[in-house]
């Protein structure tokens, strides 16, 4: 792929400022001064589009974009101090987020987590030539995270187990409706600072129920060292889940998400109890009991429907899990019905 290599100050007119303060690690003071936060057009040269950036409570801030690439494209920054943690949310498009040696992809609906402990030297956002891209970042400082005490944001700030820069896995349905209501009030500016706060405030209490399962792994027995890892073996989760019909090999599942097959397998048993097969297995008989249920579906049809090539398989798999045959099932349902 040939893409055009453009820095941060050239692909935002008047972006220069901002530059400067992120080299000195905090952007709110300059956006505190401007009432409506920091709203850049971008370059036309690159594209069209825009960057808005609007004052947080506690130092933190929330920065919104829409961009439509003319070439595929790489915007960079160099030196990069920013402490505390970002959460970038993709409400469409999808982006290449790197940090140094890290480079990680987010598509429509997914999030990344950022939590850099030390300067990065090189952080950079690729996007693809001719899509509408549009995002959320939420940048919550060190008061923002530590102001309630012993809370899940102190843990992150204090504990290198959540250093990083990765996937953070599909975000809710709830996330999605709330980050798109912030959006459009940015673009539409109807927010003003302690609404967007108090929106962006619920949009991290949304995520304390994910990093509360990532943290709870944070243990020198588990084989999962990092919130990075217990992140991509939930990732691995929703692949399955979503793609149970024709999923991948264990080898292929474990590319697709970043990860050693090895840690894959004995982290996904760790996390659900159960193996990647048996798991799949399961979501596929627990929709084959669901389509049974519909008189009108033959035991053929649910069989290939779940994923399976041969309806005998289907119906050893189901005997065993239920104790009847598929078949015999629908005939137990069928009789339950007339008695009715």
């Not at 009432?35 to 690159?46: A, M, R, S, T």
């Not at 950022?114 to 995002?135: A, E, I, M, P």
């Not at 809710?172 to 302690?194: D, E, G, M, P, Y």
């Not at 008189?295 to 290939?304: A, D, E, H, K």
Request: hydrophobic residues 35%.
């Amino acid at each position: 792929m040939n893409i055009k290599h453009v820095s941060f100050t050239k692909f935002l007119i008047g972006a220069k400022i901002l530059h400067q303060l992120h080299q000195c690690g905090d952007v709110s003071k300059q956006v505190k001064q401007e009432v409506g936060g920091l709203h850049y057009k971008i370059n036309p040269e690159y594209g069209q589009g825009w960057v808005q950036i609007s004052q947080l409570m506690s130092g933190s801030s929330l920065v919104t974009m829409s961009f439509t690439p003319k070439y595929d494209i790489e915007i960079f920054e160099r030196d990069i101090k920013h402490s505390g943690l970002g959460l970038t949310l993709c409400l469409e498009g999808e982006v290449h987020c790197i940090a140094d040696n890290i480079k990680v992809k987010i598509s429509k609906d997914e999030c990344c987590f950022q939590r850099l402990q030390s300067t990065c030297s090189y952080g950079s956002s690729q996007f693809v030539k001719g899509k509408n891209h549009k995002y959320l970042t939420m940048h919550l400082s060190h008061d923002w995270l530590t102001e309630c005490g012993q809370s899940m944001g102190l843990a992150i700030i204090n504990d290198r187990y959540w250093s990083g820069l990765y996937n953070f896995g599909k975000y809710s349905a709830q996330t999605k409706q709330l980050a798109n209501t912030i959006f459009r009030r940015v673009l539409n500016k109807t927010a003003n600072h302690h609404l967007l706060s108090a929106k962006t405030l619920e949009l991290w209490s949304l995520q304390i129920e994910k990093l509360q399962m990532l943290d709870k792994f944070n243990v020198v027995a588990s084989s999962l060292r990092k919130a990075e890892d217990v992140a991509r073996i939930i990732q691995a989760e929703q692949f399955i889940r979503e793609n149970y019909q024709s999923p991948p090999n264990l080898l292929s599942l474990a590319r697709h998400i970043g990860i050693n097959d090895n840690k894959l397998k004995c982290g996904f048993k760790e996390i659900y109890q159960d193996t990647v097969f048996s798991y799949l297995r399961k979501i596929r008989l627990k929709r084959a009991k669901e389509l049974l249920s519909h008189q009108c579906y033959s035991v053929s049809r649910v069989s290939l429907d779940v994923g399976y090539t041969s309806s005998s398989h289907f119906a050893v798999a189901f005997k065993k899990a239920y104790g009847l045959s598929p078949r015999d099932y629908q005939k137990q349902l069928l009789n339950t019905i007339k008695e009715v």
